[in-house]
């Protein structure tokens, strides 16, 4: 072979090599998941264990370990889903520090860290720390506040914290719809605050139900106000600039909402992170006071949102 198919095959050599290291990476993440689907967590923790030997930590590595943490909470093992966060928290925070990485730099991080500190406070929780676990979550949310974590963070926090308190103002500068009033001048009335998403599939099948609830409650003068935010991409993920962006989202509503066309629409990312709507639809109910009565990341069927408006609703 002369030295032009030697170094040929020297660089062939070098793109197979990385080709087949992204694709152990890639994959990792799906098979610890695939696993863990199937309750076989030695199997998940052997993988990673292999994994890590292989290419040390890795971004990947740490968003797959942090599954194994939430799969150990969805069965009740709080020691072994702290272990799984603390180790997923510790080496992300380490990779931060010492590689002077940026959290949201890469999809994986940002995931590995948030579901860390979400399974840490829900573990304190669960053990009847609530306490310590809101500090964890608000250290937290001091040291991210400016990230991607914020809103996940603060949902954690919302979830331990925020029922009873005085519902956070919304931002109402940019809307869609009418004008949307303000939380402050709608204390006397029992309010629905529906987050959304025009992507959210959840959010559409839930659309149905708030209208549904708003005809029921309108003579117990319920008041639904749906916020939601840019994202940066319009119809099948194409970038889309702000503009183009809000016809979209008003296309979306006249298609899928067509019982809520004259719902108020907040259009701001601070309001989502106010109220920690990381998970699309967010629904908040408050009573006549202004308070929060429900605080609930997720669907919810007629019959359950009906109950939580229905005590809002009383006098």
């Not at 040390?56 to 072994?80: F, G, N």
């Not at 669960?126 to 603060?154: D, F, H, I």
């Not at 005809?215 to 194409?238: C, D, H, R, S």
């Not at 970038?239 to 989202?249: C, G, L, N, T, V």
Request: charge should be positive; glycine fraction near 6%.
């Amino acid at each position: 072979m002369g030295q032009c198919g030697l170094v040929f095959a020297g660089i062939l050599i070098g793109i197979i090599s990385w080709v087949t290291l992204s694709f152990a990476q890639s994959d990792l993440i799906g098979d610890v998941r695939a696993q863990l689907a199937q309750n076989s967590f030695s199997a998940a923790e052997s993988e990673l264990r292999a994994y890590k030997v292989q290419h040390a930590v890795t971004p990947e590595y740490l968003e797959a370990l942090s599954w194994m943490a939430r799969a150990a909470v969805s069965t009740k093992h709080w020691d072994q889903a702290a272990a799984y966060a603390t180790e997923a928290r510790n080496l992300s925070e380490l990779q931060l520090t010492t590689t002077k990485r940026k959290l949201d730099a890469e999809p994986y991080l940002p995931i590995a860290l948030g579901a860390a500190y979400e399974v840490l406070s829900q573990e304190l929780a669960e053990k009847g720390q609530r306490a310590k676990a809101v500090s964890l979550l608000r250290t937290a949310l001091a040291r991210y506040r400016n990230t991607s974590l914020q809103a996940r963070l603060q949902k954690n926090l919302n979830l331990l914290a925020l029922v009873g308190q005085t519902a956070p103002p919304l931002q109402v500068t940019q809307y869609l719809g009418p004008k949307p009033p303000t939380l402050a001048s709608l204390k006397g009335s029992p309010v629905l605050l529906f987050f959304w998403a025009h992507w959210c599939g959840d959010c559409k099948a839930e659309g149905s139900v708030i209208a549904r609830l708003r005809q029921e409650f309108a003579p117990q003068g319920l008041v639904v106000i749906g916020p939601t935010q840019l994202y940066g991409y319009a119809a099948q993920g194409a970038d889309a600039a702000p503009e183009h962006e809000r016809a979209y989202i008003e296309s979306v509503r006249a298609r899928y909402y067509p019982g809520l066309r004259d719902m108020p629409v907040p259009l701001s990312n601070q309001n989502f992170n106010a109220y920690g709507a990381s998970t699309t639809p967010t629904l908040v109910v408050l009573n006549r006071a202004g308070q929060v009565a429900m605080y609930h990341p997720g669907a919810l069927s007629y019959e359950e949102l009906r109950s939580a408006v229905r005590t809002a609703a009383a006098r």
